[in-house]
């Protein structure tokens, strides 16, 4: 059984940080480019970072470069995303994905809130 269970998120003031993991189960983690989405509220969900199964490549959303770092521990089957200087507008459930080489399986978490308010 596929699963991917994304830590509590919770509520951060601006300029604060944050660590998101997920942790991934019942699949070839090692194999599978791991990524971080989010939905703001009437939005839709939109990528947020993405690492390669290796962990030797990833990609940012423009909004997040500089201060949201993603990283993989193949050997913990965990991915995380640290959030750093928060913005209001980072306020969304994020989301933890699994994509296949090719994307034959395509995984998802049950996403998990992150409030950045003051």
């Known amino acids: 059984q596929v699963q991917l269970v994304e830590s509590r998120g919770g509520l951060v003031q601006p300029g604060g940080s944050l660590r998101l993991s997920c942790a991934a189960s019942g699949f070839t983690f090692s194999s599978f480019t791991m990524s971080w989405y989010r939905q703001a509220p009437g939005n839709e969900r939109v990528l947020v970072a993405a690492i390669s199964n290796t962990g030797g490549s990833t990609n940012y959303a423009d909004s997040t470069k500089g201060r949201f770092t993603i990283s993989r521990d193949n050997a913990k089957n965990t991915v995380y995303l640290q959030m750093n200087s928060l913005k209001p507008e980072d306020t969304a459930v994020y989301y933890c994905?699994?994509?296949?080489?090719?994307?034959?399986?395509?995984?998802w978490g049950q996403g998990t809130q992150v409030t950045v308010s003051s």
């Open positions: 994905n699994a994509l296949s080489a090719g994307g034959l399986w395509d995984y």
